[in-house]
């Protein structure tokens, strides 16, 4: 568990992991609308070293950009249920690194071997709480957690 005072902190976490990520990972973004999923997004990708400004997909569904890996950046809050509205594979199974705003509404099964990111709002600032799912994931979160 991770305590987050505020958005810089959140970036500079953010920038952690996305030193951390290799082709393949799968990043699922779980907290309210304003809990910081975006914020966190632009962190990973600053770790990426992306310098393009990141967007919310929330409207396109999906932004790419190009960085140390390319970064798939999906909000499927308005697809919810329905992910056979995309074709998720094109990115899950590509060589960059997928991160999902409101992942977990695909399902827990939409692929084998993901980190949820769990956000929490508090009071002030933000709780942030990795999640592996699978062994690659688990791996991922000991070198996020300890360099
Ligand atoms: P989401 O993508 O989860 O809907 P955003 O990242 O778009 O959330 O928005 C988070 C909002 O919360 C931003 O406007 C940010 O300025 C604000 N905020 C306030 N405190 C924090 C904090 N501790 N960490 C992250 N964001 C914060
Ligand atoms: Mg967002």
New binding site residues.
Partial sequence: MFD????D??IAFGYRIGQALEAGHVLVLT??????????TKGIAKGLGIDQMIK?PTYTIVREYEGRLPLYHLDVYRIGNDPDSIDLDEFLYGNGVTVI?WGHLLGADFTNDYMEVV?ETKDV??RVSLVPKGKRSNQLKEVISHG
Wanted: charged letters at 30%.
């Fill in positions: 987050i005072c505020n958005e902190e959140l907290g309210d609308l304003g809990a910081g999923k975006t914020t966190l919310s705003e956000i600032g933000r």
